[in-house]
């Protein structure tokens, strides 16, 4: 019984190029959220989405973020034109068809490191 | 003023002892709360749930709600090595769409 997979799990870029993080939630769960996990910081909403839809994306920054969840396909978290305060540990979670039931299953993250 | 604030750490114990960690929120029309454990380098996971005023007990843990205080907190007892970790509190804010975290507080037990 897979678990939230995301893919990759590391990731070097060089700052102006692109990242693309993937994310398949938990067979059955419609639901998907993206964080942001700095040192310190704790974890960064970003946006929530459920299939082919963005319900919340109030956390998302307004310039080169972008986020979808199509019908057929994994979650992707797309940075453009990467800058070095971009690294960071960003988390996928995702949650059953019920609502606020505050139980996430998180993957194991995927590490950007921009040079 | 953060929605969900939490005391950074890192807070020590010693194997044995309780280890008491808290958690305030600033948004009155929460309702239910979370307590998410990380593990250094780990992905969080939840522990505990907690959605009305009052105690929780689950095992060793036991989460306490006071809506009047807006606080929350976990208390650890006979808490171990394992145990060590990030303790995450977090519950629903602007609405209801997405689960807010605190900064988290280290524990470390010490044997």
Not at chain 2, 59 to 71: C, D, E, H, I, V
């Amino acid at each position: 019984n897979a678990g939230v997979m995301q893919n990759p799990r590391h990731l070097v870029r060089r700052r102006g190029q692109e990242a693309r993080l993937r994310c398949s939630p938990v067979k059955g769960h419609s639901h998907v959220y993206w964080y942001r996990q700095l040192p310190e910081e704790g974890l960064k909403f970003m946006v929530y989405l459920q299939k082919e839809n963005i319900i919340d994306e109030s956390g998302m920054p307004k310039e080169r973020f972008s986020a979808e969840f199509p019908k057929e396909g994994p979650s992707i978290l797309r940075i453009q034109q990467v800058v070095r305060g971009d690294s960071a540990a960003y988390f996928c979670a995702s949650s059953p068809p019920s609502r606020m039931t505050g139980e996430l299953f998180f993957g194991e993250g995927s590490r950007l490191t921009v040079l | 003023q953060k929605e969900v604030e939490q005391n950074s750490g890192p807070l020590s114990v010693p194997e044995g002892a309780i280890a008491s960690l808290n958690c305030t929120y600033s948004d009155r029309g929460s309702q239910s709360f979370f307590w998410y454990r990380q593990y250094s380098g780990k992905s969080p996971e939840l522990i505990m749930s907690i959605y009305s005023n009052g105690d929780k007990e689950d095992g060793r843990f036991t989460a306490q709600l006071n809506k009047a205080s807006q606080y929350v907190s976990l208390l650890i007892r006979d808490s171990q090595p394992s145990d060590s970790a990030t303790y995450l509190c977090a519950g629903y804010t602007g609405g209801g769409n997405k689960l807010t975290f605190g900064t988290g507080t280290q524990l470390k037990v010490e044997l």
